[in-house]
């Protein structure tokens, strides 16, 4: 038996879709997740896909953990509209945010909020806004914009906090046609594999919020 610690996450796969009413769609995401040993060891560590038979269970807050980087938010806005660390090293600073690296965020000393780490962008805004976005939460009400004075504490490996899932993991085989999941404004998202363990809709929800989790494999 191995476990392994990691985030979920998803990887893209290149298809030709047509959708009805959409704009045709050359991709679709399949269901994976990050090995904590890779980042630690790499600093663009690779998506590696979820299989059937995997025993996971995933995270929505933090207790046991490795921690990576700590530090007090300082922005420099000298080059940048909405400031980068300052004593951070550039590339460090911006893989720890598009890995989506699981953090835990003190502000005013208040109780901590956990989340991922997100380099948020949006059309109007120019450049990037670090956030953290938070655990169990959707759309604008899960991010945290970072501010100067925050305590953020960032972990590569999380083993232990409160598990709110846990299972072992069903997927159907992959299909060549892709399956839609969600059309909203004509934005739609696909997966090449369905999730039988869970909806694969909830299934891809926990894997856009980046969960830290501990898969076991025998």
């Known amino acids: 038996m191995s476990v392994t610690f990691g985030i979920l996450s998803t990887c893209t796969i290149d298809i030709t879709l047509e959708l009805e009413s959409l704009f045709p769609m050359s991709y ?31 995270f929505l807050t933090i207790d046991t953990s490795d921690i990576f980087w700590e ?34 965020l003190t502000r005013q000393g208040k109780l901590r909020t956990f989340g991922a780490l997100k380099p948020f962008r949006e059309t109007g ?29 960032v972990y590569s ?14 997927f159907s085989p992959p299909s060549p046609a892709a399956v839609e999941l969600k059309k909203s404004r004509g934005y739609s998202e696909c997966t090449i594999r ?15 919020q980046k969960r830290p989790c501990i898969i076991t494999t025998k």
Request: glycine share 8%; hydrophobic share 35%; proline share 2%.
């Open 28 to 58: 679709a995401f399949d269901f994976a997740y990050i090995d904590a040993l890779d980042i630690i060891s790499c600093s663009a560590p690779q998506e590696k896909l979820l299989k059937s038979n995997m025993h996971l269970a995933t």
């Open 71 to 104: 530090g007090i938010i300082q922005l420099d806005r000298t080059q940048y509209r909405h400031g980068i660390q300052r004593g951070v090293e550039e590339q460090m600073w911006l893989n720890m945010f598009n890995v989506g690296l699981p953090c835990a």
């Open 125 to 153: 805004i120019e450049g990037v806004i670090w956030t953290i976005y938070e655990y169990g939460k959707i759309g604008y009400e899960g991010l945290h914009c970072l501010e100067d004075g925050d305590l953020i504490t």
């Open 157 to 170: 490996r999380v083993s232990s906090g409160e598990s709110d899932w846990s299972g072992e993991l069903q």
């Open 194 to 208: 369905q999730a039988y363990h869970t909806s694969s809709q909830e299934w891809l929800a926990l894997s856009h």
